[in-house]
């Protein structure tokens, strides 16, 4: 029996070894690329339509429609599946795990439109409540999730890594860590982020895209964070000091060394000024985008705006307590 | 052969019934929970659970989450993966090992390998390859090999008044080859066969086990909602198998099964009624046999809960279950149940005799049972168990390969 559970537990390191991820190396800006874009700055982010995203309602799903099976999901935790609809679109669906426990795809929608708000560029990504699939064996109504276009002029060229990219130690690298900090997204893996070649004309664009930030508007625990929690996103802190001029957040997700000893309060107050500019009307259309109810999406809202004050408030606190006598005033900002 | 007419009569008069069962209960499940497409939006289908008698504490929420994300999953994606099958009753609480699997050219073709040792040292390891989208999605077509090495089996010998004192064990192992095909009549209707070769050897008592040539029918209706922790539908199963001993042909015989469950929600699905009802009987020719691991058993997790693994077995077995399950809080249930059953070398000295009653607590998400522990008591004692699967899973239905030894 004893040589049976050594086996076991062999059976075990070597299987869990297998799957074990390796650690990310140190930050550093990699070598230009041509055509990289991370960032443009909005300067009609007043007018931005917020509700359909960068992609318009053009490029959006028809809820109406019977949308064709291809195949299911095969990779990550999240469920779903590749359809085409009457267009002959190809749409990745992203649907939630029934009990509708932490859904991802709601979020995924919302963070993207915020993300494109303020200058991120996104792939077209949409939310259906529901939808009509018909496959071999008939059509029935399925609910829905995020659907993601297949558009022709975006080529699918890998993932990039948060740790070595062109854009390391950008304000807009450096406010995009930080927006996904006050968006406490939970799984910051490389794996998450797309580089898309992006065709307009001749013109070739690698966009250097967060895509699949689902795993955010929770906690984040190292053990089961929570994700699309309203009640974890409101108890859960955001910036808790500053320390030798680096911002400490609370966030306790598995890959805050991405932030640690690496964010000014200049940079907090660099996102948090684009983001300050959105209106109420741009905060509601990016949490209807995802489907939230109003009252849901209200919290959300109070929240967010309430981290982007104590962002943009940040600099201004830190600057005037460095250049005063007092060490405790260093905790400005909290 | 003429002596066994009278045997082939009523099992074809149970299977008859049992099918027309299976439709009825089917059609109406059907009716009751199909969502045909709509001409305009479609409404939102409800995804909720109930809320149960009490508040869920946030721990337990949270690990309903992490539950969720990586023990539900029930084995959909690409790539390695870590293989916690257990492949037998009494094989240990729980087995590990590496695995791998693909799908491959949007779904049409499925490959997977995996192999596994338990707690208690039971070993095994399978590979399939299967074309499952053939003829528009409604023919399945596959092989798989599967290895088993089981140490310790517990057998208490033929008959349902064995005692508790003529408890042995026996060391099986078993190689299946087996080619097979299902015929998706509907989505919830599946007619399956199967022809594979099956080359057993019981190593404890050192004798040479005959190699079978083993086919299988089975028809198979379910709409139960999720299958690992069901709370609606029904499953009926239908299914003749025939184990031809390609020796001396002494342990030739057929089997027919038939086998009802269903799942009723009540009080906004914070109650649940389970009942299954299984049915197994064994023909053989004069002269002829069915070998102690391949009769039916009955004792265990899955069956009569307050009876050892493996406890009673004969050529007929009749079971039937009920269980009541509450709510307690939204991923934690009560549950109350009767297990009743027997085993019987003729098909009319079958009974309910054998009978089990408890209770116990289960852990789940909307789609899995993730572990339950119960407490049941019978005309043997006590038995406490905890268990990663849901009670009335009824896995055989997904099952390729031949059940050697046969388990409840």
Same mark, same amino acid.
């Given at each position: 029996?004893?040589?049976?559970?050594?086996?076991?537990?062999?059976?075990?390191?070597?299987?869990?070894?297998?799957?074990?991820?390796?650690?990310?190396?140190?930050?550093?800006?990699?070598?230009?690329?041509?055509?990289?874009?991370?960032?443009?700055?909005?300067?009609?982010?007043?007018?931005?339509?917020?509700?359909?995203?960068?992609?318009?309602?053009?490029?959006?799903?028809?809820?109406?429609?019977?949308?064709?099976?291809?195949?299911?999901?095969?990779?990550?935790?999240?469920?779903?599946?590749?359809?085409?609809?009457?267009?002959?679109?190809?749409?990745?669906?992203?649907?939630?795990?029934?009990?509708?426990?932490?859904?991802?795809?709601?979020?995924?929608?919302?963070?993207?439109?915020?993300?494109?708000?303020?200058?991120?560029?996104?792939?077209?990504?949409?939310?259906?409540?529901?939808?009509?699939?018909?496959?071999?064996?008939?059509?029935?109504?399925?609910?829905?999730?995020?659907?993601?276009?297949?558009?022709?002029?975006?080529?699918?060229?890998?993932?990039?890594?948060?740790?070595?990219?062109?854009?390391?130690?950008?304000?807009?690298?450096?406010?995009?860590?930080?927006?996904?900090?006050?968006?406490?997204?939970?799984?910051?893996?490389?794996?998450?982020?797309?580089?898309?070649?992006?065709?307009?004309?001749?013109?070739?664009?690698?966009?250097?895209?967060?895509?699949?930030?689902?795993?955010?508007?929770?906690?984040?625990?190292?053990?089961?964070?929570?994700?699309?929690?309203?009640?974890?996103?409101?108890?859960?802190?955001?910036?808790?000091?500053?320390?030798?001029?680096?911002?400490?957040?609370?966030?306790?997700?598995?890959?805050?060394?991405?932030?640690?000893?690496?964010?000014?309060?200049?940079?907090?107050?660099?996102?948090?000024?684009?983001?300050?500019?959105?209106?109420?009307?741009?905060?509601?259309?990016?949490?209807?985008?995802?489907?939230?109810?109003?009252?849901?999406?209200?919290?959300?809202?109070?929240?967010?705006?309430?981290?982007?004050?104590?962002?943009?408030?940040?600099?201004?606190?830190?600057?005037?307590?460095?250049?005063?006598?007092?060490?405790?005033?260093?905790?400005?900002?909290? | 052969?003429?002596?066994?007419?009278?045997?082939?009569?009523?099992?074809?008069?149970?299977?008859?019934?049992?099918?027309?069962?299976?439709?009825?209960?089917?059609?109406?499940?059907?009716?009751?929970?199909?969502?045909?497409?709509?001409?305009?939006?479609?409404?939102?289908?409800?995804?909720?659970?109930?809320?149960?008698? %009490?508040?869920?504490?946030?721990? =337990?929420?949270? !690990?309903? *989450?992490?539950?969720? #994300?990586? &023990?539900?999953?029930?084995? @959909?994606?690409?790539?390695?993966?870590?293989?916690?099958?257990?492949?037998?009753?009494?094989?240990?609480?729980?087995?590990?090992?590496?695995?791998?699997?693909?799908?491959?050219?949007?779904?049409?073709?499925?490959?997977?390998?995996?192999?596994?040792?338990?707690?208690?040292?039971?070993?095994?390891?399978?590979?399939?390859?299967?074309?499952?989208?053939?003829?528009?999605?409604?023919?399945?077509?596959?092989?798989?090999?599967?290895?088993?090495?089981?140490?310790?089996?517990?057998?208490?010998?033929?008959?349902?008044?064995?005692?508790?004192?003529?408890?042995?064990?026996?060391? %099986?192992?078993?190689?299946?080859? =087996?080619?097979? !095909?299902? *015929?998706?009549?509907? #989505?919830? &209707?599946?007619?399956?066969? @199967?022809?594979?070769?099956?080359?057993?050897?019981?190593?404890?008592?050192?004798?040479?086990?005959?190699?079978?040539?083993?086919?299988?029918?089975?028809?198979?209706?379910?709409?139960?909602?999720?299958?690992?922790?069901?709370?609606?539908?029904?499953?009926?199963?239908?299914?003749?198998?025939?184990?031809?001993?390609?020796?001396?042909?002494?342990?030739?015989?057929?089997?027919?099964?038939?086998?009802?469950?269903?799942?009723?929600?009540?009080?906004?699905?914070?109650?649940?009624?389970?009942?299954?009802?299984?049915?197994?009987?064994?023909?053989?020719?004069?002269?002829?046999?069915?070998?102690?691991?391949?009769?039916?058993?009955?004792?265990?997790?899955?069956?009569? #809960?307050?009876?050892?693994?493996?406890?009673?077995?004969?050529?007929?077995?009749?079971?039937?279950?009920?269980?009541?399950?509450?709510?307690?809080?939204?991923?934690?249930?009560?549950?109350?149940?009767?297990?009743?059953?027997?085993?019987?070398?003729?098909?009319?000295?079958?009974?309910?005799?054998?009978?089990?009653?408890?209770?116990?607590?289960?852990?789940?998400?909307?789609?899995?049972?993730?572990?339950?522990?119960?407490?049941?008591?019978?005309?043997?004692?006590?038995?406490?168990?905890?268990?990663?699967?849901?009670?009335?899973?009824?896995?055989?239905?997904?099952?390729?390969?031949?059940?050697?030894?046969?388990?409840?």
């Amino acid at each position: 029996m004893r040589r049976a559970h050594l086996i076991l537990i062999a059976v075990f390191a070597v299987t869990t070894a297998a799957c074990a991820k390796a650690q990310p190396p140190a930050m550093q800006p990699s070598a230009p690329v041509a055509g990289a874009v991370l960032w443009v700055e909005p300067t009609d982010l007043a007018t931005r339509d917020v509700f359909h995203g960068p992609w318009g309602q053009e490029n959006a799903p028809n809820s109406a429609d019977t949308f064709r099976y291809v195949e299911t999901k095969r990779s990550g935790v999240n469920r779903g599946m590749t359809v085409k609809d009457s267009q002959g679109r190809e749409w990745s669906v992203k649907t939630p795990f029934p009990g509708n426990l932490d859904s991802e795809a709601p979020v995924e929608v919302t963070v993207s439109r915020l993300l494109s708000a303020v200058g991120y560029p996104q792939p077209p990504v949409y939310f259906l409540p529901a939808f009509d699939l018909k496959d071999d064996l008939g059509t029935r109504t399925l609910v829905g999730g995020r659907f993601r276009l297949t558009h022709p002029s975006l080529t699918d060229a890998g993932s990039w890594s948060w740790a070595e990219n062109p854009f390391v130690g950008t304000p807009p690298y450096q406010g995009l860590l930080v927006m996904m900090m006050m968006l406490n997204n939970s799984d910051m893996k490389d794996r998450n982020n797309t580089l898309y070649q992006r065709r307009a004309g001749d013109l070739v664009e690698q966009w250097y895209a967060v895509r699949d930030a689902g795993a955010a508007l929770g906690d984040t625990t190292r053990w089961a964070p929570r994700t699309n929690h309203i009640e974890s996103f409101e108890r859960a802190p955001f910036i808790v000091g500053v320390n030798q001029g680096h911002v400490d957040f609370a966030y306790k997700g598995a890959h805050r060394d991405l932030v640690d000893d690496r964010i000014s309060p200049a940079d907090v107050a660099w996102i948090s000024n684009w983001l300050g500019r959105l209106s109420d009307r741009q905060w509601r259309d990016a949490f209807r985008a995802g489907g939230y109810e109003p009252a849901v999406a209200a919290r959300f809202i109070k929240r967010l705006r309430d981290k982007v004050s104590q962002g943009r408030a940040l600099d201004y606190s830190w600057r005037k307590a460095s250049t005063g006598s007092s060490a405790e005033a260093a905790r400005a900002g909290q | 052969m003429a002596g066994c007419r009278p045997c082939y009569s009523r099992n074809w008069v149970v299977a008859g019934l049992s099918l027309a069962l299976a439709f009825g209960l089917a059609a109406t499940a059907i009716a009751q929970q199909g969502q045909p497409a709509s001409q305009d939006v479609p409404p939102v289908p409800d995804l909720g659970e109930p809320q149960g008698l %009490l508040p869920e504490p946030a721990l =337990v929420e949270r !690990a309903a *989450v992490f539950a969720d #994300r990586y &023990l539900s999953g029930g084995g @959909s994606g690409n790539g390695f993966y870590v293989s916690t099958k257990s492949p037998i009753q009494g094989a240990g609480w729980i087995s590990l090992g590496p695995g791998y699997r693909h799908w491959y050219k949007d779904d049409q073709v499925f490959i997977d390998g995996s192999a596994g040792v338990s707690w208690r040292g039971y070993k095994m390891g399978q590979a399939q390859l299967e074309f499952p989208k053939l003829l528009r999605s409604r023919l399945v077509l596959g092989t798989m090999y599967r290895w088993q090495d089981f140490r310790a089996i517990k057998s208490y010998g033929v008959g349902p008044d064995t005692t508790e004192a003529a408890l042995s064990t026996y060391h %099986l192992s078993s190689q299946n080859v =087996v080619g097979y !095909a299902t *015929v998706r009549l509907q #989505r919830w &209707l599946n007619l399956n066969s @199967s022809l594979g070769w099956v080359d057993p050897a019981v190593r404890s008592i050192g004798g040479d086990e005959p190699r079978f040539l083993h086919t299988e029918t089975s028809l198979v209706a379910d709409t139960r909602d999720y299958p690992d922790h069901p709370t609606s539908g029904a499953l009926l199963r239908v299914a003749a198998a025939r184990f031809s001993d390609q020796d001396a042909g002494l342990y030739s015989f057929q089997r027919f099964e038939s086998e009802a469950a269903g799942f009723i929600a009540l009080a906004d699905s914070r109650v649940v009624i389970a009942l299954r009802g299984w049915l197994v009987t064994s023909n053989t020719h004069d002269g002829q046999f069915v070998p102690g691991y391949l009769q039916p058993t009955l004792g265990g997790g899955q069956s009569l #809960r307050s009876y050892e693994d493996f406890r009673f077995r004969d050529d007929h077995m009749l079971l039937g279950n009920l269980e009541v399950r509450v709510a307690l809080m939204t991923h934690v249930d009560a549950a109350a149940f009767v297990d009743a059953g027997n085993v019987a070398p003729r098909v009319g000295d079958l009974n309910l005799d054998k009978r089990s009653y408890g209770g116990g607590l289960r852990f789940h998400t909307r789609r899995a049972t993730i572990v339950r522990a119960d407490v049941a008591h019978g005309q043997e004692g006590w038995q406490v168990r905890f268990t990663l699967s849901e009670p009335l899973k009824l896995s055989r239905t997904e099952r390729r390969t031949a059940p050697v030894p046969f388990v409840p």
